[in-house]
């Protein structure tokens, strides 16, 4: 079993990371008895690919370091590009054709809940900041439900990020700065990750952005349960 080993040789922000192929437990004692590491975190995962660490994690990798959900990641070094604005396109991937074999599994799994509830409503989204992005398949119950904690971190703490789990893998990373926010997405599909856009906006303009966003995701997401319901309604004859 591959063990991965998180670790910290000073009080800086982020963490390096080392494979050793050896149980945790063995890793525990090589920590303690002859490596000088001032924190470390100690985890069994065979991979640490980008894909590996969105899926089985909420590590963020940036600037050549790794970050856990509790760490402050530093402000970047580097210059964004700033903008006034930005567009999102949004359209309810099965809003125009139902698909029953979805609509039976979870009649039929009523009692598995995903985190945010049973239907997986997949919305194609598309930013206009680069116009040479993949478009995105965004889950509108997943999106609704951690979106807004990711506002309200930002404004209370001025730095938070958001994970997008289903069907794309990618990362918001945010900072407020000035009455601006800096915005950096990240790409986890790949061998290495990608920065798709670093981008400087307004504060307001940018939370304004995001609660019409989630508005909008609650709207597929009510419209695809309300059709849902219809569906069992009449195939199995249930209220």
Same mark, same amino acid.
Request: proline share 3%; net charge negative; glycine share 4%.
């Given at each position: 079993?591959?063990?991965?080993?998180?670790? /910290?040789?000073?009080?800086?922000?982020?963490? %390096?990371?080392?494979?050793?192929?050896?149980?945790?437990?063995?890793?525990?004692?090589?920590?303690?008895?002859?490596?000088?590491?001032?924190? #470390?975190?100690?985890? @069994?995962?065979?991979?640490?690919? =980008?894909?590996?660490?969105?899926?089985?994690? $909420?590590?963020?990798?940036? +600037? &050549?370091?790794?970050?856990? =959900?509790?760490?402050?990641?530093? #402000?970047?070094?580097? +210059? =964004?590009?700033?903008?006034?604005?930005?567009?999102?396109?949004?359209?309810?991937? &099965?809003?125009?054709?139902?698909?029953?074999?979805?609509?039976? +599994?979870?009649?039929?799994? %009523?009692?598995?809940?995903?985190?945010?509830?049973?239907?997986?409503?997949?919305?194609?989204?598309?930013?206009?900041?680069?116009?040479?992005?993949?478009?995105?398949?965004?889950?509108?119950?997943?999106?609704?439900?951690?979106?807004?904690?990711?506002?309200?971190?930002?404004?209370? +703490?001025?730095?938070?990020?958001?994970?997008?789990?289903?069907?794309? =893998?990618? /990362?918001?990373?945010?900072?407020?700065?000035?009455?601006?926010?800096?915005?950096?997405?990240?790409?986890?599909?790949?061998?290495?990750?990608?920065?798709?856009?670093?981008?400087?906006?307004?504060?307001?303009?940018?939370?304004?952005?995001?609660?019409?966003?989630?508005?909008?995701?609650?709207? #597929?997401?009510?419209? $695809?349960?309300?059709?849902?319901?219809?569906?069992? @309604?009449?195939?199995? /004859?249930?209220?």
């Amino acid at each position: 079993m591959r063990t991965t080993i998180f670790y /910290k040789t000073n009080n800086f922000t982020g963490w %390096q990371m080392m494979k050793l192929q050896q149980t945790k437990e063995e890793c525990e004692n090589l920590c303690k008895r002859y490596y000088n590491f001032s924190d #470390y975190k100690i985890m @069994e995962m065979e991979q640490t690919t =980008p894909s590996e660490l969105h899926l089985l994690t $909420d590590i963020v990798f940036f +600037e &050549g370091k790794y970050y856990f =959900p509790e760490d402050k990641i530093s #402000y970047p070094t580097t +210059e =964004p590009k700033i903008m006034k604005d930005f567009q999102v396109s949004m359209r309810w991937e &099965g809003k125009s054709e139902i698909d029953s074999t979805d609509y039976d +599994e979870v009649y039929n799994k %009523q009692g598995i809940n995903w985190g945010w509830g049973y239907l997986w409503t997949n919305v194609i989204t598309k930013f206009s900041v680069n116009e040479n992005m993949d478009e995105l398949g965004v889950v509108a119950q997943g999106f609704i439900a951690n979106f807004s904690p990711f506002l309200e971190k930002l404004e209370k +703490e001025g730095q938070a990020v958001y994970h997008n789990d289903e069907y794309s =893998p990618f /990362k918001w990373l945010a900072w407020i700065k000035n009455n601006s926010v800096r915005l950096i997405h990240q790409d986890y599909r790949d061998e290495v990750v990608q920065i798709e856009f670093d981008i400087l906006v307004d504060k307001d303009w940018f939370l304004h952005f995001g609660y019409n966003m989630i508005k909008t995701m609650q709207e #597929y997401a009510d419209s $695809d349960f309300t059709r849902y319901k219809k569906y069992i @309604e009449e195939k199995y /004859k249930v209220k």
